[in-house]
């Protein structure tokens, strides 16, 4: 019988393979997740050669280094030295391994908001998806995963995919900004009177929040009711200057009253 004939696989899908022991699958999802991370991190090297920074490198390895020995000795305390199933399936949890991958899709968020001409919008949202999911899939209670996932899914204007892990988010901790982006999906998926209940407990909280203010007298536009989309575009021009298109807006919203 060869070796591998002991470890017995008990499903497999896609290029992710299911074992029946708990033990050998944290294994294997450790060594998953370690190739992966190295993949990413030469994945930005080529990317980034003209702007590769030695200091900044050497430092980067040296944490993963650090993270790595530290992985090791709590997976070798946790895992391997225990004969505790449960222990065994809230290893990953224990390691905060979904704070990498979450800690990971922040770093390619980051570059959409770098405004880089040479960034693959498409690609870095795709794998933003991916690393909330191992996140989600490690520990379903990470709040930050889902409202990443829900801002990837809002630039691939599948709104109402991401307002239903925003709504996640916020059941986990309830967070302004999270609300915030909650209301803005609603408003640009149709769902305007959604969009004003989000808005408005924003408010409650804030009432001088711009990005509510603003967000609320677009909403109220959409809905043809031109004297309350004034009276908060003039609270949202008080609390900050408008952009271009929300003043676009607001002078259409003038011509109407």
Known sequence: MKDDEDI????????????????????????????????DILNDLDANVDDLHLEELGETAVDHLSDFIDDLSQFKDEVLCTDDIEAVKEMKVALRRDADYV?????????????????????????????????????????????????????????????????????????????????????????????????????EDDESSYNALKGAAIAYFNLEEYEKSNELFEKAEHADSLDDESQKIWDECKKNI
């Open 103 to 203: 800690r990971r899709a922040k770093r390619k968020m980051g570059k959409l908001e770098d405004d880089d001409e040479l960034v693959d919008s498409y690609k870095v949202n795709i794998r933003v998806i991916e690393l909330c999911n191992k996140a989600i899939d490690v520990n379903p209670k990470n709040y930050e995963a889902y409202r990443l996932k829900g801002i990837a899914l809002v630039n691939f204007n599948q709104y109402d995919e991401a307002i239903n892990q925003f709504i996640k988010s916020l059941a986990l901790n309830d967070d302004a900004d999270v609300r915030l982006e909650t209301a803005d999906a609603y408003r640009l998926n149709g769902q305007f009177v959604d969009a004003i209940a989000q808005y408005e407990i924003v408010l």
């Open 8 to 39: 017995k696989v008990n499903r497999k899908s896609g290029e992710k393979v299911y074992f029946e022991s708990p033990i050998i699958q944290s294994i294997y999802d450790t060594i998953d997740y370690l190739r992966d991370e190295t993949t």
